[in-house]
Nanobody, 128 residues
Framework: QLQVEESGGGSVQEGDSLELSCTYS????????TGWFRQVPGKEREGISCINWSGGSTIYAASVKGRFTITRGSRNTIYLQMNNMKPEDTAMYYC??????????????????????WGQGTQVTVSS
């Protein structure tokens, strides 16, 4: 059973930057894909980015492409760098991990249903 933990959320102004971190433990020999999701109360969860095991393949939702960057810092740490933030980025952000033989993001990654382990979330608020 993996434990997933997000950190780095907070309140920023429009145009500012923020970096979220996702760490999962314990380390195992298995390979994982990692995704970032966000949700606003009363709205559906949105998949915003996914990174494969090696870090060499990344996917972004159109709403964040060009502003957000997902990277793998280590075997069990993923970062989400968020630049030029907008009020519509305000949400609870979740990190999720998918155990997969080759560590690839699934084709339906943005739905979130393929991910096995989820963190508790970190709140991000962007003010105009």
């Amino acid at each position: 059973q993996l434990q997933v933990e997000e950190s780095g959320g907070g309140s920023v102004q429009e145009g500012d930057s923020l970096e979220l971190s996702c760490t999962y433990s314990p380390l195992t020999a298995e390979t994982f894909a990692t995704g970032w999701f966000r949700q606003v109360p009363g709205k559906e969860r949105e998949g915003i980015s996914c990174i494969n095991w090696s870090g060499g393949s990344t996917i972004y939702a159109a709403s964040v492409k060009g502003r957000f960057t997902i990277t793998r810092g280590s075997r069990n740490t993923i970062y989400l760098q968020m630049n030029n933030m907008k009020p519509e980025d305000t949400a609870m952000y979740y990190c999720a991990v998918r155990k997969t033989q080759y560590g690839y993001c699934p084709g339906s990654w943005s739905k979130g249903t393929d991910f096995d382990y989820w963190g508790q979330g970190t709140q991000v608020t962007v003010s105009s």
